[in-house]
């Protein structure tokens, strides 16, 4: 009976993962082939309670953020909340919500590498964190030690509005210590779809937001810290994906940058099944320090895991 019951949780979920609505005229898809009546009847009971806690998670985040905050990506130009999503003031383009965050920016838009990567995330969502945590537990004695390592570069406080770009399954969330608001925008609903199970199964909150770093949808000089773990190495324009950050922070925060180097890229990822194919290249990874303007103050840059990291952080004056 168990197995039939797990079967029939997955057939009754749509492809993002969420429990289908009944049909207008009340009729309930059958949970599985040779099912009871009473396990369908349990199921109904538990879509209905799945619905109800997805709308209202929705109805709490939007009431949570604030008009000001969130801009149209590229244009800036002013936003207004609505049950459905984000509704562009001027030119009326609705950025819904879905899945437990905002969309920004459609997955069919991406070009050179931002579509690749998201292409190789989307594949690799599923299994990403379980395989992580085996790594760093192999590797640096487990995730707390390889996330402080460059985690402990941030100025945190209570309080503060805190954004994560190319924020993943939101891994880093649990090992910031403080009791903030927390924004993380990713390019990958793969991931994203792992980030909203994670935090619900950590009873954390965060606002979540499919986009591009480069073009982020916030207004400037709204957060206390802002920081980018893995990715900017492979961006299309990494460089305007700095300057983004450093649009959103506000004057005298701290920004933390940190990636893989060489040594990981070419001694792990291109030995990976699964990955190689996607790292397996000539290109060189870019400079990231010699992408912080000149006015930054305080830039430091320096090697962590073992060297298998950089972390570069810096002012914003």
């Not at 009473?38 to 806690?53: D, I, N, P």
């Not at 957060?223 to 950050?245: K, Q, R, T, W």
């Not at 290109?283 to 840059?301: D, F, H, S, T, V």
Request: charge should be negative; aromatic fraction near 12%; glycine fraction near 8%.
């Amino acid at each position: 009976m168990s197995d039939n019951i797990i079967k029939a949780e997955d057939e009754v979920k749509d492809n993002g993962g969420r429990f289908l609505f009944p049909s207008a005229d009340g009729d309930r898809k059958q949970a599985v082939d040779g099912c009871s009546a009473l396990v369908s009847e349990v199921y109904w009971v538990h879509m209905e309670f799945a619905c109800c806690t997805e709308g209202l998670r929705k109805k709490e985040t939007i009431h949570m953020l604030q008009d000001t905050m969130l801009k149209a990506p590229c244009t800036q130009d002013r936003l207004q909340l609505t049950p459905a999503g984000a509704v562009n003031q001027v030119s009326g383009q609705l950025y819904p919500w879905q899945h437990g965050y905002f969309v920004f920016s459609a997955e069919s838009d991406a070009e050179g590498s931002n579509k690749k990567y998201l292409e190789l995330y989307n594949r690799i969502a599923r299994f990403y964190r379980l395989s992580n945590k085996l790594y760093f537990a192999l590797k640096f004695g487990g995730e707390r030690r390889y996330r402080q390592q460059f985690l402990s570069s941030l100025e945190l406080h209570d309080g503060d509005l805190i954004l994560e770009t190319s924020v993943g399954s939101a891994d880093n969330f649990p090992y910031l210590g403080v009791k903030a608001e927390l924004y993380g925008l990713d390019i990958s609903s793969g991931m994203l779809k792992q980030a909203v199970r994670n935090l619900r199964r950590w009873k954390l909150q965060a606002k979540l937001f499919q986009g591009q770093a480069e073009q982020l949808p916030f207004a400037s000089d709204v957060f206390d810290c802002v920081y980018h773990v893995g990715g900017i190495n492979y961006f299309s324009d990494p460089a305007a994906a700095v300057l983004e950050m450093i649009r959103v922070a506000k004057p005298g925060s701290k920004l933390m940058i940190a990636d893989e180097t060489e040594q990981l890229v070419k001694g792990t990822y291109e030995n990976t099944p699964l990955v190689k194919e996607y790292f397996q290249q000539d290109r060189k990874l870019p400079e990231i320090a010699g992408l912080i303007p000149q006015e930054m103050l305080e830039l430091e840059y320096k090697e962590v895991c073992k060297g298998l990291m950089y972390c570069i952080t810096f002012r914003k004056p």
